[in-house]
């Protein structure tokens, strides 16, 4: 196999997954995937991804604190979430939320169901293990873009050695929770987390995939 189909392998086998086994996975693992992630491209080089690895009971603590935060319901990012979503954007969102639904049997009018499983962002989707991106204040939207890459190639990384992952942007909005956590200073901005383990491959959540856009959706060629 050649390295692109490799990684074209990769790309299109890697999904969000949303229900773990709870076997942790052995440290040396863990540690190639931050090695691997690690190698990611950014500017000047300031690879500017800080990174905190919950396992075991560290990971059900920041569960529980999470969850909590969750039912507090006073949301607090440390970067602003997106205003709107229109077109496009807001049509793949909806399918992508509509998959999910499906796939679990939520209806349509069940927002009962539907908060229920939007709170399971918040206990990880039962992962075993949790990675909290932050960034530092004084690199701006730079970092952000710089820490992006880090996560595709941490995602990239754990799909390679039969981890699966979700990235998840949802425990940023409890962000004062988060840093009250795990003591992270106020000159770095909690970014996201990536939940991650062994995935459950018979959980029906697992099973949709989303689709995605053609070049000419997403392309302006000027030859």
């Not at 905190?52 to 920041?62: K, R, Y």
Request: proline share 7%.
């Amino acid at each position: 196999m050649t390295p692109h189909a490799a990684l074209q392998g990769l790309l299109h086998s890697r999904y969000s997954c949303r229900a773990f086994r709870k076997d942790p996975v052995p440290r040396a693992v863990v540690e190639q995937v931050l090695r691997d992630a690690g190698r990611a491209p950014s500017w000047c080089n300031a690879q500017p991804w800080k990174t905190i690895v919950a396992s075991g009971a560290q990971t059900d603590a920041f569960r529980d604190a999470m969850a909590a935060a969750f039912d507090a319901g006073k949301p607090a990012p440390d970067y602003d979430f997106p205003s709107t979503y229109t077109g496009a954007h807001l049509q793949r969102r909806r399918t992508c939320g509509m998959q999910l639904y499906e796939a679990v049997g939520i209806g349509r009018g069940d927002r009962d169901r539907r908060a229920e499983q939007m709170r399971e962002n918040y206990t990880l989707f039962g992962a075993p293990h949790v990675a909290v991106i932050t960034c530092p204040v004084e690199l701006g939207p730079y970092g952000v873009l710089d820490c992006g890459g880090f996560i595709t190639a941490f995602c990239l990384s754990a799909q390679a050695q039969g981890l699966g992952t979700v990235p998840q942007a949802a425990l940023s909005l409890f962000s004062k929770a988060v840093r009250a956590h795990f003591d992270i200073p106020e000159d770095r901005k909690v970014l996201a987390a990536i939940s991650f383990g062994y995935p459950d491959e018979a959980a029906p959540i697992n099973a949709f995939r989303t689709e995605r856009a053609d070049l000419d959706e997403f392309v302006e060629w000027k030859d």
